[in-house]
């Protein structure tokens, strides 16, 4: 079981910039995979980005490289660069954790961080 906390969203101009934090705790050490998706009114969760074992990364595609997924192991947070956000941006953003047992995978969710891009 692994405890997720997402803080850094809020109001913001379309153009702008802001760093969401995901702080994790718990079980982590069997944490194969972490990322960031959000949901928007009256459409399916999407993943933005991902971040594996390794440090690999990479962005959803629809990002088309505006987002920057990043992980801190020492103070246990993962992180979210959005810069030129826009208005199709706002969503509340879920953290998440993959973890593995008896050979399968759980996903661990935070409750979320409202992020809102006005013109």
């Known amino acids: 079981q692994v405890q997720l906390v997402e803080s850094g969203g809020g109001l913001v101009q379309a153009g702008g910039s802001l760093r969401l934090s995901c702080a994790y705790s718990g079980s982590i050490f069997d944490i194969v995979a972490m990322g960031w998706y959000r949901q928007a009114p009256g459409k399916q969760r999407e993943l933005v980005a991902r971040?594996?074992?390794?440090?690999?990364?990479n962005d959803g595609d629809s990002k088309k490289g505006r987002f920057t997924i990043s992980r801190d192991n020492a103070k246990r947070t993962v992180y979210l660069q959005m810069n030129n956000l826009e208005l199709e941006d706002t969503a509340v953003y879920y953290c998440?954790?993959?973890?593995?047992?008896?050979?399968?995978?759980?996903?661990?969710w935070g409750q979320g961080t409202q992020v809102t891009v006005s013109s």
């Open positions: 998440s954790a993959d973890r593995t047992s008896g050979g399968s995978v759980y996903r661990n």
């Open positions: 971040i594996d074992y390794g440090g690999s990364a």
